[in-house]
């Protein structure tokens, strides 16, 4: 958290990926360059150094921690070396890896365009007035909090198996933060702001387009990163309520393998799952960056 | 509630004509007022009771500060002249089409550059894009901020944003301009400058000014009368005529007449305080 303070403009793993701002430099306000070159340094060392320990104590994990921590055998968590190549090595295990994550990236993307567009939708509704505010938002908290598990047999009653009802799933499991993030972000405008614009008779929709849309894209973006994180968590937990046969996402892979008894592979599609998870992240923050990264502090803000 | 504060206010009210003789003592010209409040009051409905009986007139060329104490209700009076409140009771006469209105906050949009800012009123007026990107060309050289149409709020000192607010407002070419403490935050000798701006645009362009202040000093700088409100209800107790020709050097402020006359003004708003 010390980078978001002394860096002010840079904040998180999306931000490094970007070159620095122009504009910031040429009025002298950006921070000097060699700070701003330590905190590369720490932006990749830093983690560099995380991995390198975490990937140390895997290792001594399958070849002496099972055993002396839990007494149990050290097969149950595969050397590295050994899940990296006989997951993404070996032909087979790979396709049927790669194929898993295909299907789980497919169905968490159209999940996440659909809570996308129906979240903001539903936002710039609530967003008109406090009654409909009020009306609508218990029903999204109750969302958030009835469990999956609950739903799954109203879904299936309704659409059988197949991917609609793990889009549907991914939806519910992803929606929400969409819409607390826009429609707080809608009403961030301050008094002043909205002053000028009665002044002008401005009516509704030039409200919307030319102020609270505009002011609330920081919050927007907050919105899609964390839904986006969401809804590679929904579509895996949709293929295990819907399993369809041909389709199998990542979740199903892994089970296999787990049945079956072969933890390299197990491993294997952890990794790919939150790999996905990771580039999904990183795409929005930088989407971000680059599109309020000019006017606003940051990409990012509260959660 | 209304009737017996009205009624406990009225000798202020009287106060307040004290007024027509200093007004029409230079207020010679035929022209209709181009700003009225009469017999305005105004009551919010959780109770406060922010304006009492309040009437005067901005005449063109004229340029009017209303100082007074925090909360006594002078940025109510400038909400109710461009309609952004109505009034509980009482009147406003003033054409709202060419109504200039620089807030307390510079209100800058964060995501549009200082150009696209200017340009926002003309835009919602819907003022030709090429138009309007020249008036806000001309309106960005007169408060000084040519160099920084590019740049983003974020970008911008106090002072600077407060220039491009006022930018903004003078692209609608108003006849009426009404300023609600906006240098209140700005530093003292930042807010110094900008009172020379104010003036040298009032001069150039000859618009009657309400001004909101609770300095004294920048009240009578700017001003060719000045009115001393005081609070719950706001009323007028005082009205001064401040004699001082145009443009007014900064040296102004050290003059004996000067600091007489902010000595009276700051005399009624302790009068009118106790």
Request: with cysteine; glycine share 10%; charged share 20%.
């Amino acid at each position: 958290m010390t980078i978001i303070n002394s860096a002010g403009v840079g904040t998180d793993l999306g931000m490094s990926l970007t070159p620095p701002d122009a504009a910031v430099d040429q009025f002298g306000v950006a921070p000097d360059r060699k700070r701003r070159r330590r905190l590369a340094w720490s932006r990749v060392l830093g983690p560099v150094l995380v991995f390198v320990v975490f990937v140390a104590v895997w290792h001594w994990m399958h070849t002496d921690g099972m055993r002396t921590l839990f007494n149990r055998p050290g097969f149950l968590i595969p050397a590295p070396e050994t899940v990296i190549n006989d997951s993404f090595v070996e032909p087979r295990a790979r396709a049927a890896l790669f194929n898993g994550i295909k299907w789980t990236a497919y169905i968490a993307l159209i999940g996440l365009a659909i809570t996308i567009v129906v979240g903001m939708i539903l936002a710039i509704i609530m967003a008109q007035a406090r009654a409909v505010e009020n009306s609508i938002y218990p029903y999204l908290v109750a969302i958030q909090a009835i469990p999956i598990l609950a739903i799954v047999p109203v879904i299936y009653s309704m659409f059988g198996g197949g991917l609609i009802p793990r889009i549907l799933v991914c939806v519910l499991i992803s929606i929400f933060p969409i819409v607390t993030n826009t429609l707080f972000g809608l009403q961030s405008a301050d008094r002043g702001q909205h002053d000028l614009f009665t002044l002008r008779g401005a009516n509704r929709f030039t409200r919307l387009v030319k102020l609270q849309l505009p002011a609330a894209m920081p919050n927007i973006f907050t919105g899609f990163r964390i839904s986006a994180g969401l809804s590679v968590i929904g579509a895996v937990v949709g293929e295990q309520f819907f399993r369809a046969g041909s389709k199998p996402g990542i979740g199903i892979v892994l089970e296999s393998y787990r049945q079956k008894g072969i933890y390299p592979q197990v491993f294997g599609c952890l990794i790919l799952a939150a790999g996905l998870g990771i580039i999904v992240f990183l795409l929005f923050g930088l989407l971000s960056k680059v599109v309020v990264g000019h006017w606003h502090e940051s990409g990012r803000s509260t959660r | 509630m209304t009737e017996t504060s009205t009624a406990a206010t009225s000798p202020a009210t009287s106060t307040a004509t004290s007024r027509t003789a200093s007004s029409g003592a230079h207020g010679t010209s035929p022209q209709p007022p181009a700003l009225r409040f009469v017999d305005v009051s105004m009551v919010f409905p959780d109770g406060t009771h922010a304006l009492s009986e309040t009437t005067f007139d901005v005449r063109p060329g004229e340029f009017v500060t209303v100082v007074g104490p925090s909360g006594c209700g002078k940025s109510t009076l400038l909400r109710i002249a461009s309609g952004l409140n109505d009034a509980t009771t009482g009147s406003v006469e003033v054409d709202r089409s060419s109504l200039g209105y620089v807030f307390q906050d510079a209100t800058l949009l964060q995501w549009r550059t200082v150009q696209r800012n200017v340009e926002l009123l003309a835009e919602l007026e819907g003022v030709p894009r090429r138009e309007r990107a020249r008036r806000a060309g001309d309106a960005i050289d007169l408060v000084g901020l040519r160099g920084a149409e590019r740049q983003y709020p974020k970008q911008l000192s106090g002072g600077m944003k407060m220039r491009a607010s006022l930018a903004r407002s003078l692209v609608l070419e108003p006849s009426v301009f009404l300023f609600d403490e906006p240098f209140g935050a700005v530093d003292e000798i930042t807010r110094e400058r900008l009172n020379d701006e104010v003036i040298s645009l009032f001069q150039r362009k000859g618009f009657a000014g309400l001004f909101i202040t609770h300095s004294i000093t920048e009240a009578v700088f700017l001003s060719t009368r000045v009115l001393v409100m005081s609070a719950r209800p706001g009323h007028i107790v005082g009205d001064y005529r401040v004699p001082f020709d145009y443009p007014r050097a900064p040296e102004l402020r050290f003059e004996p007449a000067f600091a007489e006359l902010c000595g009276e003004v700051s005399h009624a708003l302790r009068g009118a305080h106790s």
